[in-house]
């Protein structure tokens, strides 16, 4: 199946600061990729949608300046939490619409990564 | 405002029995849906995709569609104490440009 990859993994930061999530997808090119934010025991929310060569279309409630997103390639995104606070400690998840040996086209999720921000 | 309700359990089945996962939706215009398994502290998998009205069956699973109810469940046959997790039901309303609407899942015990 269709492969996406995360970087980093975790990620644990001050206050502040600012935190860039790379999302990839590994063997297939991907005009859209989708951003996702799970807290606790919650379900996946998603924050935005990002497209290759244009800006990215964020959901209501979401802060575009706060969540910068990046589509630079047909197999890169990238998501940046500006001025990261501690509500921001989260489980990202970025996907990406893949059609693998010609069948329906599915999201495909990266493996999360997760934001502790103390 | 597109929901996916989901009863969160937790839904305890004996191992070897069905296991019956039910997901109702409040957009009549969605065209596409999934279920996605979860374990904890890991990123959703796909488990099954559905698309017309009826069942479809993969391996000891099977999703089953109706539009007019608005309605997706899914069985899962000889259930196995590896198939304990939680079970997210998605929904997508148009092509590929949409993101997926997620219910809070269902969380599924099953006792060896």
């Known amino acids: 199946g269709a492969v996406v990859s995360q970087h980093p993994s975790w990620v644990i930061c001050k206050s502040g600061t600012s935190v860039k999530i790379e999302c990839r997808s590994l063997d297939f090119q991907a005009t859209t990729m989708f951003w996702y934010r799970q807290f606790p025991k919650q379900s996946l929310m998603l924050m935005a949608t990002?497209?290759?060569?244009?800006?990215?279309?964020?959901e209501q409630g979401v802060e575009k300046d706060k969540f910068l997103i990046n589509h630079a390639s047909l197999t890169l995104s990238t998501l940046t939490v500006t001025s990261a606070h501690p509500e921001d400690s989260s489980f990202y998840i970025c996907?990406?619409?893949?059609?693998?040996?010609?069948?329906?086209?599915?999201?495909?999720f990266g493996p999360g990564t997760r934001l502790l921000v103390l | 405002q597109k929901e996916v309700e989901q009863n969160s359990g937790p839904l305890s089945v004996p191992e070897g029995a069905i296991a019956s996962l039910n997901c109702t939706y409040s957009?009549?215009?969605?065209?596409?849906f999934f279920w996605y398994r979860q374990y904890s502290g890991k990123s959703p998998e796909l488990i099954m995709s559905i698309y017309s009205n009826g069942d479809k069956e993969d391996g000891r699973f099977t999703a089953q569609l109706n539009k007019a109810s608005q309605y997706v469940s899914l069985l899962i046959r000889d259930s196995q104490p590896s198939d304990s997790a939680t079970y997210l039901c998605a929904v997508l309303r148009g092509g590929g440009a949409d993101g997926l609407t997620f219910g809070k899942g269902t969380h599924l015990i099953i006792q060896p």
């Open positions: 957009d009549r215009g969605s065209q596409s």
């Open positions: 996907s990406a619409n893949g059609r693998p040996s010609g069948s329906s086209e599915t999201q495909y």
């Open positions: 990002s497209n290759e060569g244009s800006k990215a279309t964020y």
